[in-house]
């Protein structure tokens, strides 16, 4: 579990200088291994066991590392053809995560279809996809895409980048604000559990300020506000979506969380295609 840093009062008057300097020691430790576990839980990069740290305070900075990952080929062949380059990003950023987001949108999808809590369960478990979760996966990809596809066409390859990094960091720190606000109303079970367990007050704000201060980079570097506001659109539909669908499967798992990140990157997405599109 992430350790809290001892508050000011607690360093003695002699030694201050060592105390302090032992404290930002730990204080980098922990930040380095909050990254290494998010980039354990969030990518396929081989990274070393993390052991109990959840890695939620790094999740919006994983997450912008994942939409770098999108960027590139939206700036490599965006311009020349914008629906093979918005393609080739939706794709490196579930190649990047391994696309474990993209499953539990899947799972999550056949669960809501079947009849009983007992069948949905088993839906959800079932490694094959039934014909809800790839109905979803289909239609979710295709509004990645079209999106992506809408910014490239009508504010270029730089805006259409800087989208992939905000959608993907935004997206990724919404799990730990739905563990955070729905493990207290709603069982949670699996991988869920022991994540809203350990993920505290100030792991969440950590997440959403770095999302947020990617967005108004972003926002900043192009002189341009959809992104910051699609930004907070993104949070609130993910957050949202999560905590609408926990509700109606009476509790919350891994898969759950997963598809509330791939439905606020579609949302992100889509809310910077309308903003970018509209009469000026």
């Not at 590139?72 to 965006?78: D, E, F, K, Q, S």
């Not at 990645?144 to 009508?154: F, I, K, N, P, R």
């Not at 972003?218 to 992104?227: D, F, I, K, S």
């Not at 969380?257 to 309308?274: D, M, S």
């Amino acid at each position: 579990m992430i350790e809290r840093l001892a508050s000011a009062d607690e360093v003695p008057e002699t030694g201050a200088p060592e105390a302090a300097s032992r404290g930002s020691t730990r204080a980098l430790r922990r930040s380095l291994g909050s990254v290494r576990a998010a980039l354990a839980v969030l990518t396929r990069i081989p990274v070393a066991d993390p052991g109990l740290v959840t890695g939620a305070p790094a999740f919006g900075l994983v997450g912008a590392l994942i939409g770098v990952a999108g960027a590139i080929p939206v700036l490599a062949v965006g311009e020349a053809i914008p629906s093979i380059g918005a393609i080739l990003a939706v794709a490196a950023m579930a190649g990047l995560s391994g696309a474990i987001h993209l499953d539990g949108l899947a799972d999550t999808a056949d669960a809501l279809v079947a009849i009983g809590p007992d069948a949905s369960e088993r839906a959800r478990t079932d490694p094959a996809v039934g014909a809800a979760g790839a109905v979803t996966l289909i239609l979710v990809i295709a509004v990645d895409v079209a999106a992506l596809t809408a910014v490239l066409t009508g504010a270029g390859s730089i805006m259409a980048a800087l989208a992939c990094v905000v959608a993907a960091a935004t997206s990724r720190a919404v799990p730990p604000a739905v563990a955070r606000l729905a493990s207290k109303s709603v069982m949670t079970t699996g991988l869920a559990a022991w994540f809203a367990a350990r993920v505290i007050a100030t792991d969440v704000v950590i997440a959403l300020a770095t999302a947020a201060a990617t967005a108004l980079a972003a926002a900043l570097a192009t002189g341009r506000a959809e992104l910051a506001i699609a930004a907070g659109a993104a949070v609130a539909i993910g957050i949202g979506a999560s905590i609408g669908l926990a509700r109606v499967r009476k509790g919350i798992d891994g898969d759950l969380l997963g598809a509330g990140v791939e439905l606020a990157q579609a949302g992100c997405l889509v809310v910077v295609a309308v903003l970018v599109s509209w009469p000026r």
